[in-house]
């Protein structure tokens, strides 16, 4: 992270470099990008902002003179590759992990504290001297990744590597990584190709989002009253019948069909059946 932008209308940006080397942070890894990935994810940002997707931004592309030994498939074959750094922006950068690392190693004041900072900053409908402000945080991010999940699915958007470390506070995309787009319907596409397990399938996003808001959910229950947690739990029960309603809408507009009638869930997943069989 290299700063905060405030640009002419008056929106605040914070900037950051991927592949501009090891941070004190860094997970044994040379903190290196390569050329195609950086190119992949700069496009792929960019397009997904234009089709009204909540994501981040990519501001500029710089290629390195350095060489990056990588391992594309993962199966032994390390080849020399050219490097490259993105400067890419969001609105904030904090993941759902962010909040789940200092829970688990018991910072609890330092929980609170970021975790006020993040609402105060970043989510203005909630009031700082509600007492029930956790309870509202946790709402609103469950409503929203219920909604960028369905409109990932609505474009056939396959992330590659849903973890809580991917999955931003914000509900907008980041982190793209190993990411495709189906070229026709298939519940188990899996752009990955070390996803052996096939966990981050495109028919799973919807039940690891479920997962990732658990362990927020469990990152913020040291800040939360009895009362709390049991409402917070029903929240995070709610969070399919939002994605599901979601979803169902996303595909109704893509074909036109006005108003409830119900046959439409019906002729939803029987287009997609007839596509998977194309």
């Known amino acids: 992270l290299v700063g905060v932008y405030t640009n002419r209308h008056g929106e605040r940006w914070e900037l950051q470099l991927k592949g501009s080397g090891k941070t004190p942070y860094s997970r044994n890894g040379d903190g290196r990008a390569v050329l195609h990935s950086s190119v992949r994810e ?7 902002h234009y089709l009204g997707i ?3 931004r990519a501001a500029s592309l710089v290629v390195s ?14 080849k020399k590759e050219r490097g490259a750094i993105v400067l890419r922006l969001a609105k904030s950068w904090f993941r759902i992990g962010s909040l789940e690392i200092l829970a688990h190693s018991g910072e609890l004041d330092l929980l609170r504290r970021l975790l006020d900072f993040i609402i105060q900053e970043h989510f203005p409908s909630i009031a700082m001297n509600d007492s029930n ?5 946790f709402s ?12 990932w699915m609505s474009v056939g958007f396959a992330h590659g590597v849903c973890n809580t470390d991917n999955f931003s506070l914000l509900s907008i995309t980041i982190d793209y990584g190993p990411f495709g787009f189906m070229d026709s319907y298939d519940p188990n596409f899996v752009p990955n190709t070390s996803d052996d397990e096939r966990r981050y399938k495109i028919g799973n996003q919807a039940s690891v989002g479920q997962f990732n808001l658990s362990k927020l959910l469990q990152a913020l229950k040291p800040l939360l009253d009895p009362r709390q947690k049991q409402l917070a739990s029903q929240i995070l029960k ?3 019948e939002h994605y599901y309603s979601r979803f169902t809408e996303l595909f109704k507009t893509k074909l036109g069909l006005l108003g409830e009638n119900e046959n439409d869930n019906y002729l939803i997943a029987f287009l997609l059946k007839v596509s998977l069989l194309c």
């Open 42 to 48: 700069f496009l792929c940002s960019e397009a997904m």
């Open 54 to 56: 909540p994501t981040s």
């Open 65 to 78: 003179d350095d060489d990056v030994w990588r391992d594309q498939f993962y199966n032994g074959n390390i």
């Open 133 to 137: 402000r956790y309870l509202e945080f």
């Open 140 to 151: 609103t991010v469950v409503s929203e990744t219920a909604n960028l999940i369905s409109l």
């Open 238 to 240: 709610g969070y399919g």
